[in-house]
């Protein structure tokens, strides 16, 4: 066994520690296929909408724009780029997303959603990855405080 190996199975837990300081896992790119896909056709839409919730997305603005789409499905509403803009601007949330021109620009992200499980399953895979970090993180505080006295921490 080379020296190197061994030095990796016997890392420091605060080296360990520092260097999980990483962005989390996800793909704006396959984010934006998923949602683009789903504007684009009713067979994807019906499927993402029972599959995957708005919160697998990490990207605030995909999040929300599929969170519209999801309520408008629902309410039988069909889905384009002008219904789900109306939609938006009449909650007050369109400014946010970067305007008519972001629900515009995903619409058209993707030329044809033939692509569309591809996109979903790297979009799931990321999502489930940063669920899991942010279950051992949670975990990994939790035996940090194992021991304290939150009572001599407020004084």
Known sequence: MSSSSHDRK????EDILASLNRPLPFS???ERGVVSSVMQ???WLEECCA???PEAFHSFVCRSIFGVIVELHKKGVPI????VTNTMRAQETLDKVGGPAAITGLFTFV???AHYRHYKKI???S???RRYITALAKGIQHLQEFGRDPAADSM
């Open 28 to 30: 704006d790119e396959a």
């Open 123 to 125: 979009v799931l895979e």
């Open 111 to 113: 030329p044809i959603p």
């Open 10 to 13: 016997r890392a420091d837990p």
């Open 80 to 83: 384009d780029d002008i219904l």
């Open 41 to 43: 056709s009713v067979e």
């Open 51 to 53: 599959e995957m919730p």
């Open 127 to 129: 999502w489930q990855a």
